[in-house]
């Protein structure tokens, strides 16, 4: 058979060993897609490796980037944390970011009987401890509440929930896909945090472009001049906060919640960089890196 190209996409980095393997056995034009980094992670410190293993996998990882032909990554975060390891070429390494599929946000919804009054904030995903929590339950509690909903998705770590369990949390844990776009779909506002680990700059969370497919305004809460910031800002969907913003937070709640009470939108999106993050768009782009 005759094949352009090979693709091999991590994690598990396992994976780029493999592309590597039929690279040398069969010469093939290979695209490394590395969707996280690899020895960089910010978890890779619960694992316990002895030092020889470590140097083994900074070889590995090298070999990758070296050997393959093309290089895709997330963030411009993590293409600038790849050229620091050995000989790659910057013309190699190509910023494809994760998108959003514009058909998910077509099918037909079933749609929960809301209170007008009701102002809906969804988060859809995982929160552990790494995802600081504290300013969006210290503006909550500056606030009237009594018609905020909160409605979380996924895998919440105890002590977040604990927080925000007076301010009518209702958690539903792991749902098929099609109920998580529903909660997006519902809701007035989103929240996004990024955890507050090194090199949290580079992380663009999966769900920031579903959340940008919705069109929901988003509560971005991370480092503002990250790479997620970034894309937020340019869509013209959400406001920035840092972690320690829990103020300006409190004013951009009571602005959303005014503005629905109002029939009024507080942001227009830009509909034409949001559509830069579909996957069919996102899917054209590799394509053009085809030899």
């Not at 293993?53 to 290089?71: G, P, T």
């Not at 963030?75 to 600038?80: A, H, Q, V």
């Not at 779909?185 to 497919?213: R, S």
Request: aromatic letters at 8%; charged letters at 25%; one cysteine or more.
């Amino acid at each position: 058979e005759h094949f352009d190209a090979v693709i091999t996409t991590s994690p598990p980095h396992s994976t780029q060993l493999i592309g590597r393997k039929l690279k040398q056995k069969f010469s093939i034009h290979w695209m490394a897609d590395l969707r996280d980094p690899w020895t960089d992670i910010y978890y890779d410190d619960l694992f316990p490796q002895t030092k020889w293993a470590k140097r083994k996998d900074l070889r590995l990882e090298r070999s990758v980037l070296e050997n393959a032909d093309d290089l895709i990554v997330v963030s411009e975060s993590i293409k600038e944390l790849f050229l620091k390891k050995g000989n790659v070429s910057p013309t190699k390494v190509h910023v494809i970011p994760n998108g959003f599929d514009e058909k998910d946000f077509s099918q037909e919804i079933i749609l929960d009987s809301v209170s007008p009054s009701e102002f809906r904030i969804a988060y859809t995903g995982t929160l552990s401890e790494h995802y600081p929590i504290e300013a969006f339950v210290g503006a909550l509690n500056q606030m009237d509440t009594s018609k905020i909903a909160l409605h979380f998705v996924g895998k919440i770590n105890e002590k977040a929930t604990e927080l925000l369990e007076p301010y009518s949390l209702q958690l539903k844990g792991y749902v098929p896909h099609h109920e998580s776009i529903s909660e997006l779909l519902q809701a007035d506002a989103l929240l996004l945090i990024i955890p507050k680990i090194e090199n949290n700059e580079g992380i663009l969370t999966g769900k920031l472009f579903e959340y940008l497919g919705s069109r929901k305004p988003i509560i971005f809460i991370g480092p503002p001049a990250g790479d997620a910031a970034t894309i937020v800002r340019e869509c013209e969907n959400g406001k920035i906060f840092d972690y320690h913003q829990t103020d300006e937070i409190t004013r951009y709640l009571n602005e959303l919640i005014q503005a629905k009470a109002e029939n009024r939108s507080v942001h227009t999106p830009n509909e034409t960089r949001i559509e830069e993050y579909s996957r069919k768009n996102l899917a054209l782009r590799v394509k053009a890196m085809l030899p």
